[in-house]
């Protein structure tokens, strides 16, 4: 869910039960994950 631009940070902390800053505090890397498109793991594989 957290790579996809379609899923706002708000609609993934609701369906988790959680406020938004809990996600950026368990999750450093969210601001990147939210930022590229196409997850570096999966940009890779694609080569």
């Given at each position: 869910m957290l790579?996809?631009?379609d899923n706002s940070?708000?609609?993934i902390?609701?369906?988790?039960?959680v406020?938004?800053?809990t996600l950026y505090?368990?999750?450093?890397e969210l601001k990147e994950?939210?930022?590229s498109r196409i997850p570096a793991q999966l940009?890779?594989?694609a080569r």
């Open positions: 790579p996809n631009p940070i708000e609609t902390a609701g369906l988790l039960g406020s938004v800053g505090n368990h999750i450093p994950l939210r930022t940009e890779r594989n």
